[in-house]
């Protein structure tokens, strides 16, 4: 079963297949996506990889959680389902609902 990773922190330069390389040192990489501004095509400056083992996926992360990746440190962490990050959307105060 394959486990998707977290990365942020990413330089704006770094390509998918830069971070794919890099993580393919701690076993096989199912994917690697950086994501990138819907307008701009800019990096947004974290993306999420997927390596096709449990075991794979701890290793990468104890190894690679705050190193020093392209000129910046960078976090990783075992992703979050959305539903579990909470909610996102921005406090607008008390709701008058009558």
Known sequence: MS????????????TDDQLRDLFAQYGTVVSAT????????RSRGFGFVEMESDAD???AISALNGTDFDGRRINVNEA???SDRGDRRPSRGP???F
Do not use: C, H, P, Y
Request: aromatic residues 6%; glycine residues 10%; hydrophobic residues 35%.
């Open 57 to 59: 996926a701890q290793s």
């Open 3 to 14: 486990k998707k990773i977290f990365v942020g922190g990413i330089a704006f330069k770094t």
């Open 80 to 82: 979050r389902e959305m």
């Open 34 to 41: 950086i994501l990138k501004d819907r307008e701009t095509g």
């Open 95 to 97: 709701r008058n609902d």
